[in-house]
């Protein structure tokens, strides 16, 4: 199957990967936003893969600190 929008797909798993890690993290949180920035960022400099793209989010949402928000 051909991925029609890695970006996403990628904004997607890694934001539901990292609330499924961090449950207290409301779905609206603000960090979704910071996520989908850097993400898009990353997507337009390189045009990664949505594989690619997603362990780039759930790295950058580790990263970030706690009161970001």
């Known amino acids: 199957m051909v991925d029609d929008d890695p970006l996403r797909t990628a904004v997607d798993t890694a934001w539901s990967i990292y609330r499924a890690r961090h449950r207290e993290v409301d779905a609206a949180d603000s960090r979704r ?4 920035r850097h993400l898009q960022g990353r997507w337009e400099a390189r045009g990664s893969d949505a594989e690619e793209l997603t362990v780039f989010g759930i790295a950058y949402l580790d990263r970030l600190p706690e009161d970001e928000c």
């Open 33 to 36: 936003c910071l996520l989908e």
